[in-house]
């Protein structure tokens, strides 16, 4: 990297984490004004709180990295042009198209660390958050329906034909996945109910099975009766413990307890191909799968698109006006990305559709404002 590289680096990069501490300190202000809220409800304490809202800041990083790359990129060009520096810049050969390349190299890091924290630390903190706000308070996670949570789960055969359907109930999820008041129906390929499982409680074991607690077990055999007419015999055994096989696995059932877009691109992965094989809709979660694989690049697209400001003399406006207008860019490619995932869910796009319209309408912002400096200069 030349000399003009590594200072333009040193300086964007130094903005960009002043804006980003910045960004977090007040975040993680209002995070915990929210918390303040849940002090005293069971054994949640002031430390609960706070241990909550560090916790949260690698999801904070990961969803303001783009913001504060813009605002702290338009906010280093902004002092290069007051300074004249970046009139020193061109005069010393620094093209257009260079001075992008730069920007792009500086982004590229940034995008590295973003899919660093989005994907390694952000699920893991998120987690553990969770084990601590529901341990401190004695809560489990909170049903989708009155009577619990609902998954499709299938048995299949070597040739991955689906032989037998499940619909399992849980009423309650503990943090470590444990499984509480668990119910499964299942039935054989014609739809017939063929058993019904209820247990007390159940905890995975490795490779691919449940170790349910206190079983109840209800199997259903065709009898053949009179004529063509065919009864269920039933049959009740009741069992201190039973070994289930399920493709289900803690990853899968660990998804109920975060959000999509705070979950790993892997675990998202696995959970839309899960929904697949059951055949159930996975828009939602292939959408946030794909957001998490082009958000980073996001930052990149910020920082090109805060190249511009650098060409735009003093006379175009001080740099308070300058970072001013990069908030407004910055707020408004925040909410074009949660309108154009309702907008993907509502109107059925295709998952990448959804997830990359923002990026590509300020790419093609980006390169508008240069070329309209490029003109204008």
């Known amino acids: 990297m030349s000399v003009i590289g590594r200072y333009v680096a040193r300086e964007v990069g130094a903005a960009v984490s002043f804006v980003l501490v910045g960004f977090l300190a007040l975040f993680a202000f209002f995070d915990f004004i929210n918390e303040l809220d849940d002090i005293g409800r069971g054994g949640y304490r002031l430390q609960h709180a706070v241990i909550s809202v560090l916790l949260g800041l690698p999801s904070r990083i990961y969803e303001l990295m783009p913001i504060a790359a813009l605002i702290g990129t338009i906010y280093a060009m902004a002092q290069f042009a007051q300074h004249s520096e970046f009139t020193a810049m061109r005069a010393a050969g620094l093209s257009r198209r260079r001075a992008l390349q730069s920007i792009v190299v500086i ?16 699920p893991s903190a998120e987690r553990l958050a969770q084990t601590v706000r529901l341990g401190a308070m004695g809560g489990t996670v909170g049903a989708q329906f009155r009577s619990g949570l609902w998954i499709k789960d299938s ?10 359907l499940r619909f399992v109930n849980v009423g309650e999820l503990l943090p470590d996945t444990t499984l509480k008041a668990v119910r499964v129906f299942e039935f054989d390929a014609e739809f017939r109910l063929a058993e019904i499982v209820s247990a007390a409680s159940g905890r995975f074991q490795a490779p691919d099975a449940w170790k349910l607690e206190q079983v109840e077990r209800l199997v259903f055999t065709p009898v053949q009766v009179a004529g063509d007419a065919v009864a269920l015999r ?13 493709e289900l696995t803690p990853d899968i059932v660990g998804v109920l307890m975060l959000v999509p877009e705070r979950m790993s691109a892997w675990r998202l992965a696995q959970y839309v191909q899960h929904l697949k094989d059951n055949q159930q809709r996975a828009d939602r979660y292939e959408i ?3 957001k998490k694989l082009i958000y980073p690049l996001a930052v990149i697209v910020m920082m090109a698109l805060a190249l511009p400001f650098a060409y735009l003399q003093v006379r175009a406006g001080g740099i308070g006006y300058k970072v001013f207008a990069g908030i407004m860019m910055g707020m408004a490619f925040h909410f074009l990305n949660g ?21 590509l309408v300020a790419v093609t912002l980006a390169l508008g404002m240069l070329a309209w400096v490029d003109r204008t200069r």
């Open 155 to 164: 048995v299949k055969d070597a040739e991955g034909n689906v032989q037998r």
């Open 288 to 290: 946030a799968l794909w």
């Open 107 to 122: 982004g590229a890091w940034l995008s590295v660390a973003t899919a660093i924290v989005g994907e390694l630390l952000t």
């Open 234 to 246: 039933s049959d009740r055994a009741v069992q201190p413990s039973h070994l289930w096989p399920s």
């Open 339 to 359: 309108l154009f995932s309702h907008l993907g869910l509502l109107n059925t796009w295709p998952a990448w559709v959804a997830a990359s319209a923002p990026s």
